[in-house]
C-alpha cells in the first residue's frame, strides 16, 4: 500500500497503542508463569501478535478479547512446538523466545521474514550454549536465523556484547528457570533502559536479579517461578515519536494522551531532545498528556547519543532536517541492525528528497534548515521509516508518496486513521511510482 500525505497539520487529541516492547514481555512472561494472566492495552498487531503466536506454539493457552489478552501459563513445563516458529519481523519475539526454547527437551526451530533471517543472532546462540543448551543456525557462514535450539538449559557464567540489548533481556527472562545459578556479565552495555524494562517485567512477575547499576553485570537464581497476574502495557513512547514530531513541524495543536511518564522506556527522551531543539512541548505529568503547539523555529547545534534510544533516529533525522545548523547523532552501531540499515537509509532517502545528511562510521550529520517540495519514497518495509517520512510529508510544500507503508502496522496499528482524526490529508493509492 502507498500513500500520499498532502502538507497540513495536526489538531485535538491523539492515542497511540500499547508498547511493543511491554507486550512482547508480558505475553512471555505469562506464558513462562503457572497460571493466568491477564494483560490489558496488549499490542494488537505486528510484534504483539507475533509474540503471541510463539507463546501459543510453546503451549499457552490464549484468549483473546477486546482490548486484553487473558493467557494460561505453562511455567516449566513447557511444550515442544509442533512446527516451525515464524515471528515474522519482530526480531524481539526472534530473540527472547530463542532462550524459551533453550527451556524445553525437544527441538525447536525459530525463523521469520525475509528481514529477520538477515538480523544476526549469532551471539545469542553462542550464550545458550555456554550455559547448556544445544542451538546452531541453519546456514554456513550466516549469523542470522533460521536457528535451532534444543534445552535443557543448565545455567552458569556467559560473557555477552550489550550492543544489542534484545540478546541480555532474552537471557534475563529465561534464566529464572534454567536448572542452576546464571551469571552474566555484558560488555559494552547500550540500549539499557530496555534492560530496565525486562527487570520491571521479571518483578511483576514476582521474580528479582542481582545487578550492577551499570548494567554489566547480572546473577538471577535457577529454579525459580514466575507468578501470573493483572498487568497493564503502558502506551509506546516509540510511537509517541512520530505524531510528536510531525506536530513540531508543522502548524498544529495536538495533545497526546495515556502517556505514564514514569515508565521506564528511553525513548521518553525524545521530548526533551525535541524541546532542546526549540520545540514547543508541554508535559502533564498528573494527566499523562503532552501537549504540542508546532511552528516554532528549531535549532541545531547539538550532539544527540543515541545508544539507549536506537529507534528513535528515523522521527530525530526527519526533526533535524528543519533545524538552523548541524545536528550531530551518534553511537549508531546497533542502529544499522534493525529492520534495515536505519543510518544509511534515512541518510538516502532524505537526501534524494533535497536535504542535507552525511554518513559517518557511528554518526550521522545532519545540516538544515530544508525545504522538502515533495517527492516520492520508500518505506524499505520499515514501520519506523514509513511513519517517519509521513511526518515529514505534513511540512512538504507538495506533499510526499510514501511508498510500501502498510508496514506502520507493526508497531502502530490505526497509524493512519489516527493523523487523518486529527485532519491529516493521507490518501490510499495503487500502483508503483517510482522509489528512492
Not at 119 to 124: A, E, G, Q
Request: charged share 20%; with cysteine; aromatic share 6%.
Amino acid at each position: 500500500m502507498h500513500v500520499l500525505v498532502k502538507p497540513g497539520s495536526l489538531h485535538g487529541s491523539l492515542q497511540v497503542p500499547g508498547s511493543k516492547s511491554h507486550t512482547i514481555r508480558a505475553v512471555l512472561l505469562s506464558l513462562l508463569s503457572e497460571g493466568q494472566s491477564i494483560i490489558y492495552n496488549p499490542l494488537c498487531s505486528g510484534d504483539g501478535l507475533s509474540a503471541l503466536s510463539a507463546a501459543k506454539a510453546f503451549g499457552a493457552m490464549v484468549e483473546e478479547q477486546e482490548g486484553y489478552w487473558v493467557i494460561q501459563g505453562k511455567g516449566s513445563a513447557l511444550a515442544v512446538p509442533e512446527d516451525c516458529i515464524n515471528t515474522g519481523n519482530s526480531g524481539t519475539t526472534t530473540c527472547f523466545f530463542s532462550s524459551v526454547a533453550a527451556l524445553v527437551d525437544g527441538w525447536t526451530v525459530i525463523t521469520g521474514d525475509e528481514q529477520i533471517r538477515r538480523r544476526p543472532i549469532k551471539r545469542l546462540v553462542d550464550s545458550l550454549n555456554t550455559l547448556g543448551a544445544t542451538a546452531f543456525l541453519t546456514r554456513g557462514g550466516q549469523e542470522a536465523p533460521p536457528v535451532v535450539i534444543k534445552g535443557i538449559m543448565r545455567g552458569g557464567k556467559v560473557t555477552i556484547n550489550g550492543n544489542n540489548s534484545q540478546y541480555v533481556s532474552s537471557l534475563l527472562l529465561s534464566c529464572p528457570l534454567a536448572e542452576g545459578d546464571t551469571e552474566i556479565l555484558v560488555e559494552d552495555p547500550l540500549e539499557t533502559p530496555y534492560v530496565q524494562i525486562t527487570l520491571d517485567w521479571m518483578h511483576r512477575y514476582g521474580i528479582s536479579v542481582e545487578k550492577r547499576d551499570d548494567y554489566t553485570r547480572f546473577y538471577i537464581k535457577g529454579g525459580q517461578h514466575y507468578r501470573p497476574g493483572r498487568f497493564t502495557v503502558p502506551a509506546d513512547f516509540s510511537a509517541v515519536a512520530f505524531p510528536l514530531v510531525a506536530a513540531v513541524l508543522s502548524d498544529s495543536d495536538l495533545l497526546l494522551t495515556s502517556l505514564d511518564f514514569q515508565d521506564s522506556q528511553g525513548d521518553k527522551r525524545v521530548i526533551e531532545i525535541l524541546r532542546a531543539m526549540g520545540a514547543n512541548v508541554v508535559k502533564h505529568e498528573e494527566e499523562g498528556t503532552l501537549s504540542v503547539q508546532g511552528g516554532a523555529t528549531l535549532h541545531g547545534g547539538v550532539t544527540v547519543d543515541l545508544g539507549d534510544i536506537p529507534d528513535a533516529l528515523p522521527a530525530l533525522a526527519v526533526a533535524a532536517t528543519q533545524a538552523h545548523g548541524v545536528t550531530t547523532f551518534t553511537n549508531l552501531r546497533h542502529v544499522r541492525q534493525k529492520e534495515t540499515d536505519r543510518v544509511a537509509e534515512m541518510a538516502t532517502k532524505l537526501n534524494a528528497l533535497g536535504c542535507n545528511l552525511e554518513v559517518g562510521e557511528d554518526s550521522l550529520v545532519v545540516r538544515g534548515p530544508t525545504k522538502v517540495r515533495g517527492g516520492v519514497v520508500s518505506s524499505s518495509h520499515d514501520h519506523r521509516i514509513a511513519m517517519a517520512m509521513v511526518a515529514l510529508g505534513l511540512s512538504t510544500e507538495e506533499g510526499l508518496v510514501v511508498e510500501d507503508a502498510a508496514c506502520v502496522s507493526v508497531s502502530f496499528p490505526g497509524f493512519f486513521d489516527a493523523f487523518r482524526n486529527c485532519g491529516a490529508e493521507i490518501r490510499e493509492m495503487d500502483g508503483c511510482i517510482g522509489r528512492r
